[in-house]
């Protein structure tokens, strides 16, 4: 079983920032995919940005220039550092990790969320 824990999120002003991170831990053998998630309240899960294991990334077109993802593959943790935020932004981020467990089972594992709020 792999565990996630999120940490970072909070309430900022417009044009602040925060840098949010996710744990992974259990019993894991390698990592394929690291992401980042975020729903807003009616609206469905989309992902914000990813990165996998050849340090490849992909951003969602509206976060662009502002958000940086990265990944520290000893401490099996994935950071998204968010500049220059919008009310926009505003939404509940979930971590989200793929990857093999020593079992040799496939695994896609979620954090619990966290609260990202961008108002004056």
């Known amino acids: 079983q792999v565990q996630l824990v999120e940490s970072g999120g909070g309430l900022v002003q417009p044009g602040g920032s925060l840098r949010l991170s996710c744990a992974a831990s259990?019993?894991?053998?390698?990592?394929?995919?690291m992401g980042w998630y975020r729903q807003a309240p009616g609206k469905q899960r989309d992902l914000v940005a990813s990165?996998?294991?050849?340090?490849?990334?992909n951003y969602t077109d509206s976060v662009k220039g502002r958000f940086t993802i990265s990944r520290d593959n000893a401490k099996k943790t994935v950071n998204l550092q968010m500049n220059s935020l919008k009310p926009e932004d505003t939404a509940v981020y979930y971590c989200n990790v793929r990857g093999r467990m020593l079992s040799l089972r496939d695994f896609i594992s979620w954090g619990q969320g966290t609260q990202v709020t961008v108002s004056s």
């Open positions: 990165i996998i294991s050849s340090g490849s990334t």
């Open positions: 259990g019993s894991i053998f390698t990592i394929y995919f």
